[in-house]
Structures are given as C-alpha cells and as structure tokens.
C-alpha cells in the first residue's frame, strides 16, 4: 500500500511545550525506527520498535522523550518539555519482517522557539 | 565506536559523465551495506542495497562492496542534474541498527 506516513510535517513549538509526532508505517511492517536528523548528519537513531515491544530506546537522549506503539502499528514519539536542543527532523523508517532495508517517511521538522 | 565515514564534498560531476561515492566503515561485523539519496528537505530514498562482495548493478547505479577493505561505493552513469542530492550510506552489523555516514553532496552541473 502507501508509503510510511508521518504527521504533522511541520510543527512550531514554545520551549516548555510538550509535542506528539505520529508515525503510520508500511502495511505489514514489523520494525519500526524513530531516528532524529540535525541539519548536515545523517540521522541519528532514538528508538525501535518490533511490533508493540520497544527493543531498544538506548539512542533517546533524554526521559524526556517517550515512545509507544501501543497495537503494534502507528506510532508516537512524545517529548516533553521541548528544549531549543530539540529542533530536528525527526524521521520514521519501517521494515518487513525478514527484511533489512528501511524505508523512511517524510519526517516531522520540529522548530522549538 | 563504530564509524562510518564519507567524505562531506560538494563533488561536482559533469552531466553525463560518472559520480563516484566512497563510503568507509569500521565494524568488520557489517553484513548489510544501503545508499539512501536525499534531496533537501527530503527525506532518505533507499536506492542500493548490498550485501556480498562484488558489484550489484541497478539501471544507472552500481553499489561495489570489498569487506576486505571495508569500503563501499556508489556508482552513478550517465549523471543527470536530477542526481544533485545528499548520499548517504548505511552499514548495518548483526544488530538491528544501522550505521549512518554523515553524506556526500553531489552537484551534477548542466
């Protein structure tokens, strides 16, 4: 079906505020990334998901931030208390099951004033 | 800490001819080995993966893989301006993470 889906592409918030980005993977995808891109890097990895079990949240940078995927397809990456640091790209990649490539969507630009 | 590294660029190719991509890692664990293009303000396109060694030819691209050397490169014939964009490779070891460089800038010139 369609591609991995994220909203909202663009959101602008007040430090202090708390935000929600919402990742819809590829029908079918087990494995599901949440990655951060600053400006000129590649992306970062922040946490992965297979199915509804998060199997590694090492690369989140602060208990800040939170990740669920509560029945095992969307996705939401929460960040609380939205730091100037915070201002990103933050990227949604899913997988097949017994597949390694991941296909990435859109991408939320997060802007913290 | 495992690396991968890319040389930043701009190169600049001229239309038609052939860009060429190095890509360097560290971990001789990697298994998986995936260039991504992404154009500004894009998101990464997967567009090559491999995981032997030895070429793997798609249309224009050809990935080359020598784990011996640990390097992986990106091959583009017949440059066209739409190949300006970002490059990035991937590696990817017995886990489930992969590995990012940082990209190289193509500028494919008229």
């Known amino acids: 079906g369609a591609g991995v889906s994220q909203s909202p592409r663009y959101k602008v918030a007040k430090r202090g505020q708390d935000v929600a980005l919402r990742c819809d993977p590829i029908s079918g995808h087990v494995s599901l990334f949440w990655y951060q891109q600053a400006l000129g890097q590649g992306p970062e990895f922040l946490t992965y998901?297979?199915?509804?079990?998060?199997?590694?949240k090492s690369g989140l940078p602060s208990d800040r931030f939170f990740a669920e995927r509560p029945e095992g397809s969307v996705s939401t990456l929460k960040i609380q208390r939205t730091q100037q640091e915070d201002s990103a790209v933050y990227l949604c990649a899913s997988s097949r099951p017994t597949g390694n490539e991941q296909y990435f969507g859109p991408g939320t630009r997060l802007t913290v004033t | 800490q495992k690396e991968v590294e890319q040389n930043s660029g701009p190169l600049s190719v001229p239309e038609g001819a052939i860009a060429s991509l190095n890509c360097t890692y560290s971990?001789?664990?990697?298994?998986?080995f995936f260039w991504y293009r992404q154009y500004s303000g894009k998101s990464p396109e997967l567009i090559m993966s491999?995981?032997s060694n030895g070429d793997k030819e798609d249309g224009r691209f050809t990935a080359q893989l020598n784990k011996a050397s640990q390097y992986v490169s990106l091959l583009i014939r017949d440059s066209q301006p739409s190949d300006s964009a970002t490059y990035l490779c991937?590696?990817?070891?017995?886990?489930?993470?992969?590995?990012w460089g940082a990209g190289t800038k193509l500028i494919i010139k008229p």
């Open positions: 991937a590696v990817r070891a017995l886990s489930y993470q992969l590995i």
């Open positions: 971990d001789r664990g990697s298994q998986s």
């Open positions: 491999i995981y």
């Open positions: 998901f297979q199915n509804e079990a998060q199997l590694d």
